[in-house]
């Protein structure tokens, strides 16, 4: 993978900065799992037992220094894994920041697997686990005997919302599968059943998928839950079931939903103990505090770890602080969690088997840099940052990493790497494996904050580069790879943003589905979407490579798109079936064009709904099926263009 070095650069002199003083202080405090917090002194000879008594040493130091020192103080924590007990890392900006002469890193020794690891979780050693009965392949290990009294609970959520607040287990480095029906796929992936009837809060399932509801008695555990693409295969959502018939194949909902399912809605039913049926499966009796087990190999039972805390790590006000080649684990939500930081970077870190995010970071110049995450619930990483009304830039960044295997709880709106503000890089970073988007934030996906570094909303002169995205949307349609909307009035506000460089491969639905028009995008402006540079991309192997839904201002430029069924959809939406939103877009439009700053963008509105001004040109298309599928006279007509575009069948 090529990194962009300028970018990397840049990190890497707001790192070491504060090395290259005249008379720089250099000091060292040591964690190790054979240390000692209470006789400990934080030397390497006399290391500290845990992070938080390291990072009280710190504190400490800081309170010491006199105002023209200059230098790194460095906190060296020694491979193993460092359970955080009742309460994650707790680090507070008066406290915890360093300054900009005075930078403070946290920094794993090892190599490889042999890092240090912080877990959220409760350790359960093998001498916990017994067969549940003489025998049985199922092992059973009592959780209240390890102290754990609060498990958690499932949780529905909603629409992008994933929550997640229940106990799991995480076995020698992988999440387990709670147990289920339909077990999952020898590869992996879900299987499904179907909804054969919708009925009120509830839904009769097709009987001749061998649903073993009867013969299982479901109607007698004691929390069943479902999972399903009720009404739409673009938005999961989970239930809690109320009561089971099998003798009508019923199952009805315990809540009153806003869902409500149609024929051929996929669904699995999960947290059953009469399920539990297959190797890596596993349940959790919240009731009695007991864990239900299926190993691969009962002989090898260390590395079981149930999820805890909520978090890792949670930092808050936090500056010129790095956390550098530590792991990050065992979380029921988010594993780092850093709010209104300035000059924070997790670099070289990895986040897995997480319940919730990777990472959430809002501020500016903060960031993520070459780290590793997979097997979380939620999304990947989340870095947003920057002031949308003075388009102040935030400068952060998320460069270099490797996301897969991410949204596994909550299937959609769980990007790889989630964006907003104004001013960020996202580059050279690796996406794959995921069910949904790789790339999803500005517009309305952009949530609002308020607060210094934290009046974040939509997405304005942020860069998208070098990135390689593959084998994502699988599981959904009407989605796109790289995925962004203008609904809530926002589409024609989102102004500046360049997409270039980047490669899409295998971006295509391979879940049959039932609930809607069968497409994904390797690139998706959505409703209206404006204002954005989409040049240099490669586009392999996909259904649609690129939806211009509507947009204004537009150009898509130099792309290759190789193989595709359709190079490039374009539609004028906003004269038709979007056409009563039109008012809304002008108004916030006009209040957006009001403010100083963004006198630059030069936004026009003139022909309000007609996608006008986009600029379609010099793209090839090597043995797509339909290269763009709005005619000449169309775009024409649009005030748009389509010029100099290639066919070819080289590829």
């Known amino acids: 993978m090529a990194v962009n070095t300028r970018f990397i650069s840049v990190v890497s002199v707001v790192l070491v900065a504060a090395i290259c003083s005249a008379s720089p202080i250099d000091i060292s405090v040591f964690v190790s799992t054979t240390g000692n917090d209470k006789s400990g002194t934080g030397t390497s000879s006399n290391p500290f037992a845990t992070v938080g008594a390291a990072q009280q040493k710190v504190r400490n130091l800081l309170k010491s220094l006199k105002p023209d020192d200059q230098g790194i103080i460095t906190v060296y924590i020694q491979h193993g894994t460092y359970t955080m007990g009742d309460a994650p890392l707790q680090f507070e900006g008066p406290h915890d920041s360093g300054t900009a002469n005075v930078q403070i890193k946290y920094m794993g020794v090892g190599l490889g697997d042999n890092v240090p690891i912080l877990s959220a979780g409760v350790h359960v050693p093998p001498s916990a686990f017994k067969p549940c009965t003489a025998g049985s392949s199922v092992m059973c290990a009592s959780l209240a005997k390890l102290g754990m009294t609060d498990l958690?609970?499932?949780?529905?959520?909603?629409?992008?919302?994933?929550?997640?607040?229940?106990?799991?287990?995480?076995?020698?480095?992988?999440?387990?599968?709670?147990?289920r029906w339909p077990n999952k796929l020898s590869n992996g992936s879900n299987a499904w059943a179907h909804v054969a009837k919708p009925i009120a809060g509830g839904f009769v399932y097709d009987s001749s998928e061998g649903c073993p509801a009867a013969e299982h008695k479901w109607d007698q555990e004691k929390d069943l839950w479902v999972h399903g693409y009720w009404e739409q295969d673009w938005s999961d959502e989970y239930e809690k079931i109320a009561s089971v018939n099998a003798a009508t194949n019923t199952l009805m909902f315990n809540r009153n939903t806003s869902v409500s399912s149609k024929v051929g809605g996929r669904w699995y039913a999960l947290n059953l103990l009469s399920e539990l049926d297959q190797k890596e499966e596993y349940y959790i009796d919240r009731e009695l505090g007991m864990l239900y087990f299926i190993p691969n190999d009962a002989s090898n039972l260390e590395g079981a770890y149930i999820s805890n805390l909520q978090h890792v790590l949670v930092a808050t006000n936090l500056q010129y602080v790095t956390f550098e080649n530590i792991v990050f684990s065992h979380s029921r939500g988010t594993g780092a969690v850093a709010i209104a930081t300035q000059d924070v970077v997790f670099n070289n870190c990895t986040f897995s088997n997480l319940g919730g995010n990777g990472t959430n970071v809002v501020g500016m110049n903060s960031g993520v840099v070459l780290s590793h995450v997979y097997g979380v619930g939620c999304m990947g990483i989340s870095v947003i940052g920057g002031i949308h009304e003075t388009l102040l830039p935030g400068n952060n960044f998320v460069l270099g990493c490797n996301v897969h295997h991410y949204a596994r709880w909550k299937r959609t709106y769980q990007p790889g790497v989630f964006w907003a503000g104004v001013g960020n890089t996202y580059s050279s970073n690796t996406i794959s494996w995921g069910p949904h988007n790789a790339f999803l934030g500005g517009g309305n996906e952009a949530d609002c904050y308020n607060g210094k570094f934290m009046q974040i909303c939509g997405g304005n002169d942020n860069v998208f580069e070098h990135n390689t995205i593959s084998d994502v949307a699988y599981e959904c349609d009407d989605t796109g790879a790289f995925y962004t909307c203008g609904q809530d009035s926002t589409a024609w506000i989102n102004r500046g943003n360049v997409l270039r460089n980047n490669t899409f491969i295998r971006i295509r639905m391979t879940e049959k589905t039932e609930l809607g028009f069968p497409s994904v995008q390797a690139i998706y402006l959505d409703d209206q979407m404006s204002g954005w540079t989409v040049e240099g991309n490669t586009i392999i192997d996909s259904q649609v490579g690129m939806l211009l839904g509507g947009g204004r201002d537009n150009i898509v430029r130099g792309n290759s798109f190789q193989n595709c069924d359709t190079g490039i959809h374009f539609d004028n939406r906003g004269m038709g079936w979007q056409k009563s939103s039109i008012e809304a877009l002008v108004n916030v439009t006009e209040e957006a064009s009001?403010?100083?700053?963004?006198?630059?963008?030069?936004?026009?509105?003139?022909?309000?709904?007609?996608p006008v001004n986009n600029t379609i040109e010099g793209n090839d298309f090597c043995k797509c099926k339909v290269e763009i599928d709005a005619s000449m006279a169309e775009i024409k007509s649009w005030n748009s263009s389509a010029i100099n575009n290639h066919n070819s069948t080289a590829c």
């Open 152 to 179: 958690g609970d499932l949780t529905s959520g909603g629409l992008k919302d994933c929550q997640n607040n229940k106990a799991e287990l995480f076995f020698q480095n992988n999440p387990m599968t709670l147990a």
């Open 594 to 610: 009001s403010f100083p700053a963004w006198k630059k963008y030069d936004i026009q509105l003139e022909h309000p709904g007609v």
